[in-house]
């Protein structure tokens, strides 16, 4: 158990529809990232929060939003949706932004099935 | 940019027997970390072991070391004494280091499946 918690571990739903992913990161960790896993692109980085703000941000789509709360957990959210996608959506936390050698823990994921 | 290649779409290798799952990278940052992650047909993500560039000596963990050539951009992962249970997909990745917390970029994945 990585100490990451993902909600819900499956979602399925239609074409058109808005989902809200939500993580929890590790006790103590400041740092949330989302990516997404697919068949085609693989395992990629969609955005980054560091205690509240937006990090970085990588091929998020513009349908896609995120949030990190005071508590720190962050959620993702997801409109529009398209069948593509489709996948599965980690979460992983890391801990102070100046720990070099920080690592990345991944939450369970979410798997997004869009009908 | 970043970017990893994973050349072995697939392995195999007999229970007990080591098995090493190649990883090489590419970047312009002088300083970086590599690591590798597990992930079986669960879906989790599992961090295995981590190496820096500027780390003196290869990364051990258990049964998990990372060979590291810097100068051939290479961080190969090999695994000793293999078991059913190290069936998986083993994903190559890395990140910048100069500065602070910075996202993973990963390889596209080895799928290890270990024969009894």
């Known amino acids: 158990d990585s100490g990451v918690t993902q909600t819900p571990k499956h979602l399925i739903t239609a074409t058109g529809q808005r989902v809200t992913l939500r993580c929890s990161p590790r006790?103590?960790?400041?740092?949330v990232y989302w990516y997404q896993q697919s068949l085609d692109q693989g395992l990629q980085f969609l955005i980054q929060?560091?205690?509240?703000?937006?990090?970085a941000k990588g091929n998020i789509l513009e349908r896609f939003s995120a949030q990190q709360f005071p508590d720190l957990h962050s959620e993702l959210n997801l409109s529009s949706l398209e069948l593509g996608d489709s996948a599965l959506y980690f979460c992983?936390?890391?801990?102070?932004?100046?720990?070099?050698?920080?690592?990345?823990?991944f939450g369970p994921g979410t798997r997004l099935t869009v009908l | 940019a970043q970017k990893i290649t994973q050349t072995q779409p697939g392995m195999f290798v007999q229970e007990k027997e080591a098995v090493t799952l190649d990883c090489t990278y590419d970047?312009?940052?002088?300083?970086?970390?590599l690591f590798w992650y597990k992930q079986p047909s669960s879906g989790e993500m599992i961090f295995l072991i981590y190496?820096?560039?500027?780390?003196?000596q290869n990364a051990t963990e258990g049964r998990y070391s990372l060979n590291f050539q810097k100068a051939r951009k290479s961080a190969n992962l090999v695994i000793s004494a293999s078991q059913l249970g190290d069936s998986a997909m083993y994903f190559c990745?890395?990140?910048?280091?100069?500065?602070?917390?910075?996202?993973?970029?990963f390889g596209k994945g080895t799928r290890l499946s270990v024969i009894a």
């Open positions: 992983a936390s890391s801990g102070a932004a100046q720990a070099y050698t920080d690592t990345q823990y």
């Open positions: 006790s103590g960790d400041l740092s």
């Open positions: 929060y560091y205690n509240g703000e937006e990090r």
């Open positions: 970047t312009s940052d002088p300083s970086y970390g």
């Open positions: 190496q820096g560039s500027y780390d003196q």
């Open positions: 990745a890395m990140r910048d280091l100069s500065s602070g917390n910075t996202p993973l970029v």
